[in-house]
């Protein structure tokens, strides 16, 4: 399920709009660094730890891992990320993936902005099967929070469609569609009869339609598939018309 389906609408573009300050407060130090109207694009990926020091002021630590914590009163799961507000202070277990660091940073930092009455943690993505559908309304908040940091919408439409070229209607794509993204293992009723974050996942981890450019959209903005894919769905780069 994306995320602007469970949450006000209101409330989602003013998460997306707190995430884009952050950006453009980040883009403007750094700007100098890389001139010209795309450079913004040589900042990519965004990195959440320079982020959290150089525009918040926050300290960053990255322990190896951070433990376990209990959850639902019963169950043990292992804490990927840590926001300790009285010290000002991101904790992010360095034993994971560079994708899950980097999203784990990006929703601390949604804590951090969004919620501040709380000190939250947030659960390793390996021991929680349901990050993508979290049980309570401020880790949803951070995961929207996240998306918008690390995959700014607009630079993120921009991006589409100079590789697809448009956005995609599932129930449209063909076979030169199935050839492209799939490399000719699925055909196109194979592929249209999948989840639609199945889709958007094969999506953000294909190559160009149009252009030389190689990279996949994972890899420019260094995330996950699911990430990925769940942000197509949020911005409407994905749908199903019928």
Known sequence: MAFHNRIDPRRARFIRTEARKLTIQFWRRNKKFYPGP???LNLLPFEPKLIAEGVLGLSFDEPWELGFSNYAGALQVELAGQLDRPNRQ???ARKF????RRFTAAHEIGHFILHRERNLFRESPLTDPAIWRPATRPELEANIFAAELLMPSKILRD???RRFPAPIDVCKIDDNDAVMLTNGHLMPSELRAKPLQEIAEIVA???SFVSGDQRTLTDIFGVSRAAMGIQFRDLGLIRRSA
């Not at 993936?97 to 899950?100: L, P």
């Open 38 to 40: 795309n450079g913004h």
């Open 90 to 92: 991101i904790s992010i």
């Open 97 to 100: 993936s560079a994708e899950i």
């Open 159 to 161: 991006l589409f469609v």
């Open 205 to 207: 981890n294909a190559s």
